[in-house]
């Protein structure tokens, strides 16, 4: 594992961090509790020290199993707790809630379901629609100020939406999708950079499709995270990723068979404005796979081929 200094901060954290999403269980593939935990543990054990997760993910399931996980392993000051606010799963939809009383309420839940009394890395999840910025980023600030959460975050904001929300909060790094098959955010990110906040990339495995395990499109159901958040599993970008594959197929060929999971790491970790990446799985096995993309780097020839893929496929 490779470490970086989370901006301002002054945290050390892995370059990997293990999210929750799809451990929470809704809109991704069902497994034992389990078999959860263990990806949880495996991703420990191979030095990863920061765990992302929220109170929509399942509606609290996902911060109740990272919590117990880590309670059982005793480990929670050697780790990062990432969790987030302003965003909630009520009867199988996602629903805002920026109000200054949810903001607190959502906290105090968030920090039972974790078994803990602080969170180190407190985010709003999306812009808020039913509260002002002042409102809902107020409401964080006074839990910081109350020694519950340690460092605020955005997640999912705009340059100018940074501006604003600076106004009322300290604002200490920033999460957003960054894959191979999703660079909007580079703009986000490198203004991040340049006013020393970090960066958290999700996504980075493009929702499972940069692993090359899916290879024939098919259809998912209504919620599932694969049909209504990552849009490269429908058309178009479906069949533009599907040739970004054989062009990774064709470096990983030529490095001996290595797993298109860690191309896509590898790639998105070579970027300076990145922090530390986000992946999900929910075992172990995939959890270890990732972390082995740490023990080699692309060369700049990979990443020109990679680069230029993206360009001539409209990616
Ligand atoms: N702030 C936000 O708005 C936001 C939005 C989305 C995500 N996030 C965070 O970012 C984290 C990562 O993003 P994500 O989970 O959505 O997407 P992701 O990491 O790009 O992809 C997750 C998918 O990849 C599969 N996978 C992982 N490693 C694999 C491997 N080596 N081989 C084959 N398949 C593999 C997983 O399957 P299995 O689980 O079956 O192994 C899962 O279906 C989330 O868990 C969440 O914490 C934040």
Same mark, same amino acid.
């Given at each position: 594992?490779?470490?970086?200094?989370?901006?301002?901060?002054?945290?050390?954290?892995?370059?990997?961090?293990?999210?929750?999403?799809?451990?929470?269980?809704?809109?991704?593939?069902?497994?034992?509790?389990?078999?959860?935990?263990?990806?949880?543990?495996?991703?420990?054990?191979?030095? #990863?020290?920061?765990?992302?997760? $929220?109170?929509? *993910?399942?509606?609290?399931?996902?911060?109740?199993?990272?919590?117990?996980? &880590? +309670?059982?392993?005793?480990?929670?000051?050697?780790?990062?707790?990432?969790?987030?606010?302003?965003?909630?799963?009520?009867?199988?939809?996602?629903?805002?809630?920026?109000?200054?009383?949810?903001?607190?309420?959502?906290?105090?839940?968030?920090?039972?379901?974790?078994?803990?009394?602080?969170?180190?890395?407190?985010?709003?999840?999306?812009?808020?629609?039913?509260?002002?910025?002042?409102?809902?980023?107020?409401?964080?600030?006074?839990?910081?100020?109350?020694?519950?959460?340690?460092?605020?975050?955005?997640?999912?904001?705009? #340059?100018?939406?940074?501006?604003? $929300?600076?106004? *009322?909060?300290?604002?200490?790094?920033?999460?957003?999708?960054?894959?191979? &098959? +999703?660079?909007?955010?580079?703009?986000?990110?490198?203004?991040?950079?340049?006013?020393?906040?970090?960066?958290?990339?999700?996504?980075?495995?493009?929702?499972?499709?940069?692993?090359?395990?899916?290879?024939?499109?098919?259809?998912?159901?209504?919620?599932?995270?694969?049909?209504?958040?990552y849009k490269f599993f429908r058309e178009p970008g479906w069949s533009k990723a599907q040739k970004l594959l054989g062009v990774m197929d064709e470096i990983s060929a030529a490095r001996?068979?290595?797993?298109?999971?860690?191309?896509?790491?590898?790639?998105?970790?070579?970027?300076?404005?990145?922090?530390?990446?986000?992946?999900?799985?929910?075992?172990?096995?995939?959890?270890?796979?990732?972390?082995?993309?740490?023990?080699?780097?692309?060369?700049?020839?990979?990443?020109?081929?990679?680069?230029?893929?993206?360009?001539?496929?409209?990616?």
């Amino acid at each position: 594992m490779r470490y970086k200094v989370f901006g301002k901060t002054g945290l050390e954290v892995s370059e990997l961090c293990l999210g929750t999403w799809g451990i929470g269980g809704a809109g991704w593939d069902q497994n034992p509790e389990e078999t959860k935990m263990d990806a949880i543990r495996a991703s420990f054990e191979q030095g #990863v020290n920061i765990f992302d997760t $929220a109170p929509a *993910y399942n509606a609290g399931a996902a911060e109740r199993i990272l919590g117990e996980t &880590l +309670e059982k392993m005793g480990v929670r000051k050697d780790v990062i707790l990432s969790t987030k606010c302003g965003n909630d799963f009520v009867n199988g939809q996602y629903v805002h809630c920026g109000k200054r009383d949810h903001i607190l309420a959502q906290c105090d839940a968030s920090l039972r379901n974790l078994r803990t009394d602080y969170i180190d890395l407190y985010i709003l999840h999306w812009p808020q629609d039913d509260a002002t910025p002042e409102e809902t980023l107020g409401a964080m600030m006074e839990l910081k100020k109350a020694g519950k959460v340690r460092f605020l975050g955005l997640s999912n904001h705009s #340059v100018a939406q940074m501006e604003e $929300a600076a106004k *009322y909060a300290d604002i200490d790094f920033i999460q957003v999708q960054y894959s191979m &098959l +999703e660079r909007e955010r580079e703009v986000e990110m490198k203004y991040a950079e340049a006013h020393g906040m970090a960066t958290m990339g999700y996504g980075v495995l493009g929702g499972g499709l940069l692993t090359g395990r899916y290879r024939e499109l098919r259809t998912y159901e209504t919620m599932d995270s694969r049909n209504r958040f990552y849009k490269f599993f429908r058309e178009p970008g479906w069949s533009k990723a599907q040739k970004l594959l054989g062009v990774m197929d064709e470096i990983s060929a030529a490095r001996g068979g290595v797993p298109l999971s860690e191309i896509a790491v590898n790639w998105a970790l070579q970027k300076s404005f990145l922090t530390t990446a986000l992946f999900g799985t929910q075992h172990r096995a995939r959890a270890i796979e990732n972390c082995h993309a740490l023990d080699w780097t692309l060369s700049d020839a990979d990443i020109a081929t990679l680069d230029q893929a993206l360009v001539e496929f409209g990616i």
